[in-house]
């Protein structure tokens, strides 16, 4: 951006919401530059901090006056490079929009704006028996505007659902600043389904200011189960029988042999035996009277698929112990290098085992350390891959493993994301699930709600026409200005 | 406007075995000479290119079991029926998981699957309902406490738009961020942004106990109160409070004076259901309903041939329940109340001359009623007459300029059901 343009920008902004709320000084901006995945990385034209809807498009009025793109920020815990300010886009960060606005307990409902914390969410409901559901790893940080944008998930989206199936209504700035509100707090609106178009839009569609979610009753009963396995393979074999038999528990996580190895060697240790070739975690909840029959079925199936050992949580402390295992994995894999890469994607259950062994063998050939910890009930695989970005020649063999590792999943009849997004990351993969119609369907779609192409840009959609290329500065990656 | 050349195109398009000419059909206020029953996606396309290029527009219809749920179409030159395209692609037993075609009747479906342990995750009514139709009108029956949304469960589709575009959304996986997801848009939008061709479903499996109960309850607040508190409980797959009009139709010896009736059906582990069987007996009176009661709830949900009848969709947040409904008792309506999910149904009577004054009095009910849940109201179901001079949506919609830019961008030439949707759209 030529200094002008910078100064005309920042006078712009300054005008709508003074000096202390916008940041435009180059070493400023540094901390906005990446989301959490680092790889990717751009200077925004300026980040600024709006605390309500009016302000948010006085905001984008004033970045389509100057002619700005703009892109919406929650926490930035993002895996996939959404919240990345291309074009020079100014950042619109949410977290000064971060209140709880209702919990209206009685319809079972709460209204929030963008920058609530996840977890916070829940906590406030807590006290009318109630939680919100979508509980991604990074829950304790990134904000329900982000879970809208990217339609989280979390470890116990088999039972409940991902963001999409709780958001009810939202309050949104349009590209031209409109403010428009979808969808209805009852959950049957009228017209096609724009909040369910608009939940996973990673931000393209406009600025979410209002957000109306459902809220869900507290279980009754929660059991917690760790079945320890030979091999990953009869781990996944038993996760199918599980669903076999019409047994539907709100988690079912495997972590492979490399995951427990790194675990047990870090400061998430839980105790589980290094020998192992996979671990289980089973966790069922309802009704009290349901759970001790389930918890049977679940032991007999581990058991039949080979289980050398099953465990029961007895108390919330042991539950905790069998989780930190599950939610230490990223923790204790990024411990064994400087960078982790963490990868997402989803194919049809019973092909776990095979497709695990070939991700396994990918990561053998590029000599990478990797290792899986992944949501086994929805097929949701996450292989880590611990690595040094300072060596060029890693990273490059780094991300060329994790296109075979797309491909692979894809020709397995699954899908290159499952809960991170497509972003900038994944944006010249698209074209491996999506021909030229499909993405064109999108498109229109897109330009519907942003003509211009303002909001958010240089995401989701393919730069180029698909091409596996895998090195890295033509692929825009290292810490190379991006796009 | 059907002349001999736009005639032999449209049969080149579909294929001659799938083209048919007939003395005009009166359908939703046209007569349509012709009807076009692609046995293929290719065909499908084939037929949507050739009605956009020649400035025609289409019927779509399923089954037609909710043929009359909509506006009247401003035009439409051809039936385009997507019964042709049946069957079910794949099947996974292991995943629970089902592509089928979109003419595919549900209860093909529901046979092929209950064997494994499965069902389908939808029960509108009408015996000729097709996964592409109820997908289309997101259509539900009694059960959707227990099922969810229609839009909730659909993984995937393959949808042709209004160019003739064959465009697939989604995925056959359970968890998918891929893209944008359109499958939202398709379901609920009635063929008006494309034709579903296909689905990815994800089915649930069948329950191992259910229990028909009927709780009696005499005075609406009390009732409302006692039916929101049970649709809160543990299994509840219907929680549905019926008026003392049509009470009878569940429970024979009802007689209307008695009051309201909530039925309740149990679904889920039999620890449970006998639990909550017992439960529901011992507090509220729960009694056994007769054999078959959900099954005439869901008969209510529908369309019966020969009996003049407007029926109103209402939403309501649970703690204005009781207020919307009684806006509707109030208006002399049969009335359907489901407390889990917060939807009402309002059967209004009417008399076989177009009477528009009760139709007038019906609306400004519903609008009443919705108001009072903080909700929206759709006329479902109306005689063409009571539907020409209304917009059967009801209430204006504040998003109407993305709907109108969304038709726009996904039918650019008015071919899919011009009229039928919001506003006219």
């Not at chain 1, 085992?353 to 396994?360: A, D, F, K, S």
Request: glycine share 10%; proline share 6%; charged share 25%.
């Amino acid at each position: 951006m030529t200094a002008g343009r910078q100064a005309e920008l920042h006078a712009a902004l300054c005008d709508v919401l003074g000096a202390e709320r916008c940041v435009t000084r180059p070493e400023q901006l540094l901390p906005w530059e990446c989301d959490a995945l680092t790889l990717h990385t751009a200077q925004p034209g300026a980040v600024v901090f709006p605390r309500d809807a009016e302000e948010v498009s006085r905001v984008v009025r004033a970045c389509r006056r100057v002619g700005v793109p703009f892109v919406p920020r929650g926490a930035g815990t993002g895996l996939s490079g959404g919240a990345l300010a291309l074009d020079g886009a100014v950042v619109i960060e949410c977290s000064r929009m971060d209140r709880v606005l209702e919990i209206d307990a009685s319809n079972r409902i709460a209204v929030v704006q963008p920058g609530v914390v996840n977890a916070e969410l829940s906590k406030r409901a807590a006290p009318f028996g109630l939680f919100y559901a979508p509980d991604p790893s990074s829950q304790a940080a990134c904000t329900i505007g982000g879970n809208v944008a990217e339609n989280s998930g979390g470890p116990h989206t088999l039972k409940y659902g991902t963001t999409t199936n709780h958001v009810l209504a939202l309050e949104l700035v349009l590209p031209d600043g409109e403010r428009v509100r979808l969808g209805s707090p009852t959950g049957w609106p009228v017209g096609y389904d724009l909040v369910g178009a608009l939940v996973g839009s990673e931000g393209t569609l406009g600025v979410v200011t209002e957000v109306t979610v459902r809220l869900v009753a507290l279980p009754e009963s929660v059991e917690t189960l760790l079945g320890i396995f030979p091999d990953v393979v009869s781990a996944c074999q038993a996760v199918t029988h599980v669903i076999r038999a019409g047994l539907l528990p709100s988690a079912l996580e495997i972590l492979d042999r490399r995951t427990i190895e790194a675990v047990e060697a870090s400061v998430y240790a839980a105790g589980l035996p290094r020998d192992a070739g996979a671990v289980l975690l089973v966790e069922l909840d309802g009704p009290a009277a349901a759970l001790p029959r389930q918890m049977q079925r679940v032991r007999r199936i581990a058991r039949e698929q080979g289980a050398s050992a099953v465990e029961v949580a007895r108390d919330d402390a042991e539950r905790q112990r069998f989780w930190r295992a599950r939610k230490g994995a990223f923790g204790a894999m990024g411990r064994l290098a400087p960078d982790l890469y963490v990868h997402d994607a989803v194919v049809p259950r019973r092909k776990l085992p095979e497709v695990l062994e070939r991700v396994c063998e990918i990561g053998d050939r590029h000599g990478l350390r990797l290792s899986n910890v992944f949501h086994a009930g929805d097929g949701n695989l996450h292989p880590n891959i611990s690595f040094d970005r300072r060596d060029a020649d890693e990273l490059r063999r780094v991300l060329a493993a994790g296109a075979e590792i797309l491909q692979t999943c894809v020709e397995a009849g699954g899908v290159i994301t499952g809960e991170h997004g497509i972003g900038t990351e994944k944006r010249d993969f698209l074209g491996l699930l999506f021909g030229e119609e499909d993405l064109d369907a999108m498109r229109r779609l897109r330009a519907a709600f942003d003509p211009d192409g303002v909001c958010n840009p240089g995401k989701i959609f393919p730069t180029t026409r698909f091409c596996m290329e895998s090195n890295p500065k033509a692929r825009g990656y290292d810490r190379v200005p991006f796009g | 406007m059907l002349d001999a050349g736009a005639r032999q195109a449209l049969r080149n398009a579909v294929g001659p075995d799938a083209f048919r000419e007939h003395a005009p059909l009166a359908c939703e206020g046209l007569d349509l000479p012709v009807t076009l029953r692609p046995a293929e996606g290719a065909a499908l396309a084939a037929s949507l290119r050739a009605l956009a290029s020649r400035g025609l527009a289409a019927l779509v219809r399923g089954g037609g079991s909710r043929l009359g749920l909509g506006n009247l179409p401003r035009t439409g030159h051809v039936l385009l029926s997507t019964e042709g395209l049946a069957g079910i692609d794949e099947y996974e037993p292991d995943e629970g998981v089902l592509r089928a075609r979109a003419g595919t009747p549900l209860g093909v479906l529901r046979e092929a699957i209950c064997e494994a342990g499965w069902e389908l995750p939808f029960d509108p009514p009408g015996a000729r309902a097709t996964l592409g139709g109820t997908l289309a009108a997101a259509a539900v029956g009694p059960q959707h406490a227990g099922f969810g949304r229609p839009r909730d469960a659909v993984l995937g589709l393959d949808v042709v738009l209004g160019d003739g575009t064959r465009t697939r959304c989604g995925g056959r996986v359970v968890k998918n961020v891929t893209g944008y997801d359109l499958v939202k848009l398709h379901v609920g939008a009635l063929g008006t942004l494309g034709v579903i061709e296909a689905a990815w479903v994800r089915l649930r499996p069948l329950p191992e106990r259910t229990a028909e109960l009927l709780i009696p309850a005499p005075a609406l607040e009390a009732a409302v109160e006692a039916a929101v508190a049970v649709a809160l409980r543990p299994g509840v797959r219907v929680a549905a409070l019926v008026d003392g009009s049509l009470a009878p139709v569940l429970e024979p010896a009802h007689a209307p004076g008695e009051g309201l009736l909530l039925l309740v059906e149990l679904a889920g582990d039999t620890p449970v259901v006998e639990g909550e069987a017992t439960r529901l007996a011992e507090k509220l009176a729960a009694r056994p309903a007769s054999r078959g009661a959900v099954e005439r709830l869901r008969d209510l949900h529908g369309d019966v041939a020969d009996e003049p009848l407007l029926r109103f969709r209402v939403s309501a947040l649970p703690a204005r329940f009781a207020a919307a409904a009684a806006e509707l008792l109030a208006a002399g309506a049969g009335v359907i109340a489901h407390t889990a999910t917060g939807l009402l149904l309002a059967r209004f009577p009417l008399p076989d001359r177009a009477d528009e004054t009760c139709v007038d009095a019906a609306w400004r009910a519903a609008r009443r009623a919705a108001a009072a849940g903080a909700g929206d109201f759709v006329l479902e179901s109306a005689p063409i007459w009571a539907r020409e001079a209304r917009d059967v949506f009801g209430n204006a919609s504040e998003s109407l300029p993305l709907l109108r830019a969304l038709k726009q961008r996904f039918d650019p030439d008015g071919v899919l059901n011009p009229g039928r949707f919001v506003a006219g759209l």
